[in-house]
């Protein structure tokens, strides 16, 4: 064995595979894994004591809106500083490529904004994202929303036969770019009247290749199980798998009921090629509109264009001191984002659990006062609901956030411990990794994340950027 850049020496491996873990040393020439194993003798440029450490894969966090922020702000402190290496990108049906000038319409106004950075194709957005790295990974995923907003006239109907000829175009532009697939959100205002049938036209591009589709379903209240069967059906006449992101049970009236939305998974499953992922926690987070309002206990305002100090305020309390209804003070807001109180905490530990189920953030890294799953979702899984409510074993919720991912999204030597593969590892306390950010505080940084790697380069270290920028574009291969 030659001399390498770093050896990691005396760690416990969780090699992202859900196997058991094991004491080993690791070491790395280049951007790769070069050996795992009992590395006593060997020479290495740097050491690194790893000894009550776990040693993993970094994590690789399949839904985000980190879009613009890659760009905006490259130390992507608000992943990094959770163990995350890898983001994906395009989620939700809005990805900020190729929207070019066309207007940033709700929700696109979540990855997009008035003066930020704007891309007509995939191969510019990448360009730009290889000519400033970030200090982590990403790949992308084209969104039929912004599609529909840089080829239709009019947003409120069913996409006609040019118009789709148009966004297929995209769609193969986007995929030769190298995205690893698409997203829908036909839950949005803005593709609500994409009918099953648009979306499968549009999305033709994809047969035959190993790109996904994944979904902010149409519903996820009262016709969760009918909005699951739609993409489910659109994804396998397609041959291609089918990710329900963020899945949930939104609403009282729909408390308990993920047993029968993992039941349709387990049955989809058996014909088909589908899989989820859900970030932890019983609060979504989106654009501020009546429908989501009326389906949540409380709302907690994210930013009001209208009325900035409104965000980290209860829509309640607002109402009440402007004397507004809430419908009314919802109006006065816009455009706005909120955080929703909305599900039950039995569903979201049934749905972490299933073996399926993948971890995402989908934090919103624009919003003023964002929901604490930007900067909490991994170290919450790892502290919360594995140290303190045993709901898995450690090696199972790594296998949720790098094993599991890499080969649902298709992210070649990623998500594992092993030799070859990248290394983009994650140095963590398994007796102190937590999440500190709160619904009250949400911006604080996790506690007990030791060290970051990304393609062999130190990106985080002891609570801090070390400025380094090694993240690449992961490419459909
Ligand atoms: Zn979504």
């Known amino acids: 064995?030659?001399?390498?850049?770093?050896?990691?020496?005396?760690?416990?491996?969780?090699?992202?595979?859900?196997?058991?873990?094991?004491?080993?040393?690791v070491a790395v020439s280049g951007e790769r894994i070069a050996a795992v194993g009992a590395l006593g003798g060997l020479a290495a440029t740097r050491v690194v004591d790893a000894r009550g450490l776990v040693v993993a894969p970094g994590f690789i966090d399949v839904h985000t809106h980190d879009d613009r922020l890659l760009l905006a702000a490259p130390d992507m402190a608000p992943k990094v500083s959770q163990g995350v290496t890898t983001v994906i990108v395009g989620n939700c049906g809005i990805s900020l490529a190729p929207l070019g000038n066309a207007e940033a319409v709700p929700?696109?106004?979540?990855?997009?904004?008035?003066g930020g950075e704007r891309f007509g194709s995939f191969a510019g957005y990448f360009a730009a994202l290889?000519?400033?790295?970030?200090?982590?990974?990403?790949?992308?995923?084209?969104?039929?929303?912004?599609?529909r907003a840089v080829s239709m006239a009019d947003l409120g109907q069913p996409a006609n036969d040019a118009e789709i000829a148009v966004m297929q175009a995209h769609v193969r532009e986007a995929l030769a770019a190298g995205a690893i697939g698409v997203s829908t959100g036909t839950y949005y205002g803005p593709a609500a009247a994409a009918t099953a049938d648009e979306v499968r036209?549009?999305?033709?591009?994809?047969?035959?290749?190993?790109?996904?589709?994944?979904?902010?379903?149409?519903?996820e209240a009262e016709g969760v199980l009918d909005a699951m069967q739609e993409v489910f059906a659109i994804a396998s006449g397609l041959g291609v798998r089918q990710v329900v992101s963020h899945h949930k049970v939104i609403g009282t009236a729909n408390f308990g009921r993920s047993r029968e939305t993992l039941a349709a998974f387990d049955?989809?499953?058996?014909?088909?090629?589908?899989?989820?992922?859900?970030?932890?926690?019983?609060?979504s987070s989106t654009i501020l509109t009546q429908a989501a309002a009326r389906q949540a206990q409380r709302v907690l305002v994210a930013w009001s264009t209208a009325r900035p100090a409104a965000a980290g305020r209860y829509l309640d309390e607002l109402a009440a001191e402007a004397g507004l209804a809430p419908e009314a003070m919802i109006d006065a807001l816009q455009p706005a984002g909120a955080i929703y109180f909305s599900m039950d905490e039995a569903d979201v530990e049934r749905i972490l659990?299933?073996?399926?189920?993948m971890v995402g953030s989908d934090g919103l890294p624009h919003d003023v006062f964002p929901h604490p799953r930007l900067w909490g979702a991994f170290?919450?899984?790892?502290?919360?609901?594995?140290?303190?409510?045993?709901?898995?074993?450690l090696e199972v919720a790594v296998h949720k956030m790098t094993g599991l991912p890499a080969s649902r999204f298709g992210l070649a030597a990623r998500g594992r411990v092993e030799p070859g593969c990248q290394a983009d590892l994650t140095l963590f306390d398994p007796a102190r990794i937590l999440d500190t950010a709160t619904f009250a505080q949400p911006t604080a940084q996790a506690a007990g994340i030791a060290a970051v790697f990304v393609n062999g380069v130190e990106a985080w270290h002891d609570g801090g950027s070390t400025g380094a920028r090694s993240g690449q574009v992961i490419r459909r291969h």
């Open 201 to 219: 036209r549009i999305f033709e591009p994809l047969r035959g290749t190993c790109a996904v589709i994944a979904s902010h379903i149409r519903d």
């Open 379 to 393: 170290p919450r899984v790892l502290g919360h609901y594995v140290r303190e409510r045993g709901l898995f074993s």
């Open 107 to 114: 929700p696109i106004n979540l990855v997009a904004d008035a």
């Open 267 to 283: 049955t989809a499953r058996r014909s088909g090629d589908v899989c989820l992922d859900c970030y932890p926690y019983t609060a």
């Open 1 to 25: 064995m030659p001399h390498v850049d770093l050896l990691l020496r005396g760690g416990t491996v969780i090699d992202g595979t859900g196997a058991p873990r094991r004491t080993a040393d």
């Open 353 to 357: 659990q299933y073996p399926e189920t």
């Open 130 to 147: 290889e000519a400033r790295p970030a200090a982590i990974n990403c790949a992308a995923l084209a969104g039929h929303t912004t599609l």
